[in-house]
C-alpha cells in the first residue's frame, strides 16, 4: 500500500467552529508532514513529526494544532480559523534516512473558512 | 530562511517541442527532489538528486544537479499532453528535515 489517505476531501467551516483533519498511511514511514497550498503556490511546510514527535513547527499559528496519535496517523485540529486559512492542506510522509528521502502526499482536504 | 526559485514561472509549448524549467537555491543543498502536480492534483514525486553534477534520465525527462549543488535543471524532450501540471523542485539542507518548495513552473501544452 504506498497512498496516503485524508478526510475529508472538502470542509468549508465558519470562524468559530472547530474542525479536524485527518491522514493515514501504511506505508511504515516515521515521518509525517502537514502542507498549506494555496493556489498557484508551492505547499509551504506547517509541521513535521519524526517518530510521532513534532520535531519542526514553522511558526504556524495556534489555531492550527497537529496531533499524531500513533505511526500511522496524523491529525490537524482546526479551531477558530480565518477566512485566509482557506487553502488545500496537504499531507505527506516519508522513510527517515540520512541523504532526504522521497515523500508521498495525500489528496488534500480543501478547506474554506467563511 | 532558504529560498528556492524557478523560472520560468509559466511555459507554454506546441506538443512536440521540448521544456526546460531551472532551480536555484539560496544555500548548499544536501539534495534536490522534483515533484508533478497534475491540475487539481497534489504533488508526486518524480526523482532525487543528491550527488554533485549529478544527471538523470528517466525515459523523456532528463534531469542535472549543479556542480555546486545549488541549481538543478529538469529538461523534458518531445513533450506530451500528459507532460501538463507544475513542475516543483524542493532542496534540503545537510541536517535539516526541511523540504523547501521552489516556486514551480506551470507547463501547458498546445496540442
Known amino acids: 500500500d504506498t497512498e496516503v489517505t485524508q478526510t475529508p476531501k472538502h470542509l468549508v467551516m465558519g470562524m468559530t467552529n472547530k474542525k479536524s483533519l485527518k491522514c493515514e498511511q501504511h506505508m511504515g514511514h516515521r515521518a509525517m508532514y502537514w502542507y498549506k497550498q494555496k493556489a498557484k503556490k508551492p505547499p509551504e511546510l506547517m509541521f513535521v513529526?519524526?517518530?510521532?514527535?513534532?520535531?519542526i513547527n514553522e511558526s504556524v499559528p495556534s489555531r492550527f494544532s497537529p496531533e499524531c496519535p500513533n505511526s500511522s496517523l496524523l491529525n490537524l485540529h482546526l479551531h477558530a480559523l480565518q477566512p485566509e486559512d482557506s487553502a488545500l492542506y496537504l499531507c505527506?510522509?516519508?522513510?527517515?534516512?540520512?541523504?532526504?528521502?522521497?515523500?508521498?502526499f495525500g489528496p488534500g482536504t480543501r478547506l474554506t473558512v467563511l | 530562511g532558504q529560498q528556492v526559485m524557478q523560472i520560468p514561472q509559466y511555459q507554454h509549448v506546441q506538443e512536440g517541442e521540448d521544456f526546460t524549467t531551472y532551480c536555484n537555491s539560496s544555500?548548499?543543498?544536501?539534495?534536490i527532489q522534483w515533484y508533478k502536480q497534475r491540475p487539481g492534483g497534489h504533488p508526486v514525486f518524480l526523482i532525487q538528486l543528491v550527488k554533485s553534477g549529478e544527471v538523470k534520465k528517466q525515459k523523456r525527462l532528463t534531469f542535472q544537479f549543479g556542480e555546486a549543488k545549488k541549481n538543478s535543471s529538469l529538461h523534458i524532450t518531445a513533450t506530451q499532453t500528459t507532460d501538463v501540471g507544475t513542475y516543483f523542485c524542493?532542496?534540503?539542507?545537510?541536517?535539516?528535515?526541511?523540504?523547501?518548495f521552489g516556486t514551480g513552473t506551470r507547463l501547458t501544452i498546445i496540442p
Open positions: 524542493a532542496g534540503q539542507s545537510f541536517g535539516n528535515e526541511k523540504l523547501t
Open positions: 513529526y519524526s517518530y510521532e514527535k513534532l520535531s
Open positions: 544555500t548548499t543543498l544536501s539534495n
Open positions: 505527506a510522509s516519508s522513510r527517515i534516512r540520512a541523504g532526504g528521502n522521497e515523500q508521498f
